[in-house]
């Protein structure tokens, strides 16, 4: 067996490893023993028996190798010179890089006789390829004289100069030879089914086309999962948006607060006052029996009948003058002259023929006649009139030529819905309120209640108000309900500058200070400023909490002036 070259070991192979990422690769000593040459060279960690290490090295590096030159020793034993490995220094203590044993073949060092007196020198050239192993470059170790291996090295220099420079220009003009001088076709760079267009010319293959709609598709699938969860995906929380105050209460079933219940007290005791006032009013000087609106509606009641009224207010007695009166009516009495004449009449009223019976008379008096007097008559119809009506009832247009019937029974669902809007109005008289009329009354109690809009002045440049802001003002109560937009974003600003107005005499006694919404935009809350607004009218917004990028500002007030 000779020698081979050296072997890479695993653990070389590892230290080779670290010393492409790193740079840097510390050879610290040549070893030497006289082992029998082991199965596998690559497994071994150290020599099969070890004789001496060699640490006074010589290490001279070139363009991609590493020559590592040593003196043999002077030792007191002879020995053969079997294995040679070169170890290198690592963080986890020194490794056996490479390995070499010729086996049967080794040669015999004697030191004891002073036959093998003569120096000897080892020259490893180690150089890195890109299988990541390192060779020898004679699979030999040479033992040769200090003047024979000087002169050998002379002669293999020039050599070696003369072939760098004959190769240095060859490998320059073949590098200068840009026409493909080693014919290297398409299919041996494996880039045959390749197309020749530029980057920005290929088209999107089937296989990118595959996974752009995958991608499309669980895109769209995540991002639709998103909009469509409805379990605050975000798991924003009431203090968040600055209404951990607020409970979760409908509009329905929100309670009184305290200031609106104040502000309700105030109104019932100025509306009971006037209500009680005009009562008042309304009963001074009127009888014991008739100063309540329950004794009214009593008479009225009582005396439906329009005659029957009449006859309650004038009596049923004529006086003396008019019994005179009615004596001296010489039409409606006769004289002796007249009683006389027609007492002879008596034949002609004898004449049957002439004059009717009395059956006869019954029966054309229960004839109604077309014009005159239907005091007495009676006429026949369904009638939609109630005592208690609970609803409205619909009456169809009165037309010409109508039968009695009819008309009476319109006649009678008008006196149902007359009474069935008495029971809607009540009793309470308002002849004092309003002129009389409803309308007059409800536009009166209506004074002072009516919504009036006030003006708002924006006054900080690059402020403008955006969507609906409405400042009301109802009897005392001031409503804001301002939009506002700032293009540049609201930010901590002094309470001095103004942001927006209204006139002075819609301002609170003293200054109010309050939240605000602030959002990216029209759509969006991101959290809370604070507003401002002092006794003069001016109004002013800052982002306090330094939210970024807010635009939108909403405000929701209301106080008392």
């Known amino acids: 067996m000779a020698w081979t070259g050296l072997t890479l070991t695993v653990d070389g192979r590892n230290v080779l490893n670290e010393a492409q990422v790193s740079g840097k690769m510390n050879i610290i000593s040549i070893v030497v023993g006289d082992g029998a040459a082991p199965a ?130 060859a490998l320059e003009a073949h590098a200068k030879d840009a026409d493909n001088p080693h014919k290297v076709s398409r299919k041996q760079l494996n880039v045959d089914r390749i197309d020749n267009t530029a980057d920005m010319d290929k088209p999107v293959s089937k296989a990118q086309s595959a996974a752009i709609d995958a991608v499309k598709r669980l895109l769209s699938d995540s991002i639709k999962n998103h909009v469509e969860d409805t379990d605050n995906p975000h798991k924003l929380t009431k203090a968040q948006v600055g209404l951990d105050k607020v409970n979760n209460t409908s509009d329905t079933d929100k309670p009184v607060s305290a200031a609106q219940q104040a502000a309700l007290e105030a109104l019932y005791e100025q509306m009971a006052s006037y209500t009680r006032q005009k009562i008042a009013d309304l009963i001074n000087g009127a009888p014991s029996n008739l100063d309540t609106l329950k004794e009214v509606s009593d008479a009225i009641a009582a005396h439906k009948n329009i005659m029957d009224a009449l006859n309650e207010a004038i009596g049923k007695k004529a006086n003396a003058a008019e019994f005179d009166s009615h004596t001296k009516d010489t039409t409606k009495h006769i004289t002796a002259a007249e009683r006389t004449k027609w007492n002879g009449a008596a034949e002609h009223i004898s004449d049957t023929v002439k004059h009717i019976t009395a059956a006869e008379r019954t029966k054309w008096n229960a004839k109604m006649e077309t014009t005159g007097d239907s005091a007495n008559n009676t006429a026949a119809f369904t009638s939609g009139d109630a005592a208690s009506p609970t609803g409205w009832a619909d009456i169809g247009v009165v037309a010409s030529g109508e039968k009695h019937s009819s008309l009476f029974r319109k006649m009678s669902l008008a006196v149902k819905n007359l009474r069935y809007l008495y029971k809607v109005i009540g009793t309470t008289n308002i002849s004092a309120i309003g002129g009389g009329t409803l309308t007059g009354a409800i536009n009166a109690l209506n004074t002072g209640l009516e919504k009036k809009h006030i003006p708002v002045t924006v006054i900080k440049e690059g402020v403008i108000e955006s969507g609906p802001s409405r400042i009301t003002i109802s009897g005392n109560i001031v409503t804001l309900n301002l939009n506002l937009w700032k293009e540049s974003g609201w930010v901590i600003e002094p309470k001095d500058e103004v942001t927006a107005k209204i006139p002075k005499e819609y301002a609170p006694e003293a200054e109010i200070v309050d939240i605000c919404i602030l959002g990216k935009s029209s759509y969006e809350v991101n959290g809370i400023g604070y507003f401002y607004i002092n006794n003069e009218g001016n109004m002013h917004i800052s982002n306090k909490l330094n939210l970024s990028s807010v635009r939108m500002a909403r405000v929701n007030l209301s106080y008392e002036i």
């Open 40 to 169: 596998n060279f690559s497994t071994r960690k150290e020599l099969v028996h070890r004789l001496y290490e060699i640490t006074d090295l010589k290490v001279d590096l070139g363009d991609g190798e590493c020559t590592v030159t040593a003196d043999i020793p002077q030792v007191n034993y002879d020995y053969y010179f079997r294995e040679i490995g070169v170890v290198v220094a690592t963080d986890r203590g020194n490794v056996l890089y490479v390995y070499d044993n010729c086996g049967d073949s080794a040669q015999y060092i004697v030191s004891t006789t002073g036959v093998e007196s003569t120096r000897k020198r080892i020259r490893l050239l180690l150089r890195i390829s890109d299988v990541a192993e390192i060779t020898v470059s004679n699979p030999s170790i040479l033992y040769v004289g200090y003047v024979d291996y000087e002169q050998t090295v002379g002669r293999l220099e020039d050599a070696v100069d003369a072939a760098k420079e004959e190769a240095a220009g």
